[in-house]
């Protein structure tokens, strides 16, 4: 097949055509066929085909990060365990609101023994927290350093939570006597009626 047979082809009457321009409009037409079903098709595909190939990596790494955590979930139930063991102590060393009294007795008792003279002892009102209640107390004792350190290292060894607050030191005359203001302050677990109440 030459130029001149190619300018002689008869578009209306394609069956007597010759075999090779028969093939090579055949071929053509499935050019054009397979460009626009790769164009109109299969390139829509291809880009959802990436956009779920990220959505699979995404839930891979969430579906790792979700093995990891069912994979330590006896780890968890063993923290949370102790976690309660370690509140139930915590909250057995936070009075009821019958042992306050003896609580601040206690207190008392430490710092007569560390030999500090009370000047002032004036519990105050009770603050109400979440779930627990908060009884300061403001104390004024005379002595010296080294009872002010016993008395505080007492009351850190009571059997129930007392924490010092503004502490401040004072000279008092020449003695080497001192003067020390502070506030203590006890802890009371509510229980759930009364923190409900609140």
């Not at 007492?154 to 502070?182: D, Q």
Request: glycine share 8%.
């Amino acid at each position: 097949m030459n130029l001149q047979d190619i300018n002689d082809l008869d578009f209306s009457n394609v069956g007597n055509w010759p075999a090779a321009g028969k093939a090579v409009l055949i071929g053509l037409l499935c050019l054009a066929v397979a460009f626009a079903v790769v164009w109109f098709d299969t390139r829509h595909q291809h880009e959802r085909l990436e956009k779920l190939e990220g959505e699979e990596q995404n839930l891979k790494d969430v579906v790792k990060v979700k093995a990891a955590r069912a994979a330590s979930l006896d780890e968890y139930r063993k923290q949370l365990e102790e976690m309660r063991q370690s509140f139930g102590e915590m909250r057995r060393q936070l009075p009821s609101e019958t042992e306050v009294a003896a609580l601040l007795v206690d207190i008392s008792q430490t710092g007569l023994a560390s030999g500090l003279e009370f000047e002032l002892f004036q519990p105050q009102a009770e603050i109400q927290k979440d779930f627990y209640a908060e009884l300061p107390i403001n104390i004024r004792v005379t002595g010296n350093y080294h009872q002010f350190g016993n008395f505080v290292s007492g009351v850190a060894a009571l059997p129930r939570i007392v924490t010092l607050h503004n502490i401040s030191l004072s000279p008092k005359g020449e003695a080497g006597n001192m003067v020390m203001t502070a506030t203590a302050k006890t802890y009371r677990y509510m229980d759930e009626g009364e923190a409900l109440g609140q």
